[in-house]
């Protein structure tokens, strides 16, 4: 889903370049997309014909579309707002999309995937070695590749713990990682 893509890169531009009605609209989106049109999973997309989102409230289990990579865009997005805001939110987000949205579209083997990962399933949906559209196979690969700098970040003499797992790091708070 190209929505949290777009808006990922509106939330960097406010941090390259800060501006409050960018800022209100970006937050404005990610709360009614939470709120309103979020899957308990953390998936997103009611609609398959459009990838996209339903009307506010529309997030039937049966047709649920939930697809690995808008999930993915939505970690992007989750982490350039927390890295303008500060609010925990966003880092609560990321990790609950990152495992329950997310890493359910490769299967155990890391050879199989979803592009869509519906919540309820009367049969006939399995993992696929590939797509014709292969975008979540390497989405997936570079988001587990790049997690550790999902982990933590630096402002000022600050440091932020942004996720709880194991890692290890070596930090001058001078703003070096």
């Given amino acids: 889903m190209r929505f949290g893509y777009l808006q990922a890169a ?3 531009l406010h941090r390259l370049s800060p501006d ?16 309103r049109r979020m899957y308990v999973t953390g998936g997103l997309g009611s609609l398959p014909a459009l990838e996209g989102f339903g009307r506010d409230y529309e997030l ?3 047709f ?3 697809e690995t990579c808008a999930a993915i865009a939505c970690l992007f997005w989750d982490w350039e ?8 939110r966003y880092s609560d987000l990321f990790e609950w999309q990152l495992f329950n949205a997310a890493a359910v579209g490769m299967g155990t083997s890391g050879k199989n995937y979803l592009y869509n990962n519906p919540l ?5 949906v399995t993992r696929k070695p590939w797509f014709a559209v292969p975008c979540c196979p ?7 590749a790049s997690l550790g700098k999902y982990i933590f970040s630096l402002e000022q003499d600050s440091l932020w713990i942004h996720q709880y797992m194991g890692c290890q790091a070596e930090i001058d708070l001078n703003g070096q990682m």
């Avoid at 309820?120 to 006939?124: A, L």
């Fill in 10 to 12: 509106g939330a960097a």
């Fill in 20 to 35: 409050p009605t960018l800022m209100s609209t970006l937050e404005t989106s990610w709360e009614r997309m939470v709120t």
């Fill in 60 to 62: 039937d289990p049966e």
């Fill in 64 to 66: 649920a579309y939930a």
């Fill in 81 to 88: 707002m927390v890295l303008a805001t500060g609010e925990a």
């Fill in 120 to 124: 309820t399933c009367r049969g006939g």
């Fill in 138 to 144: 390497s989405n997936l690969s570079r988001t587990w």
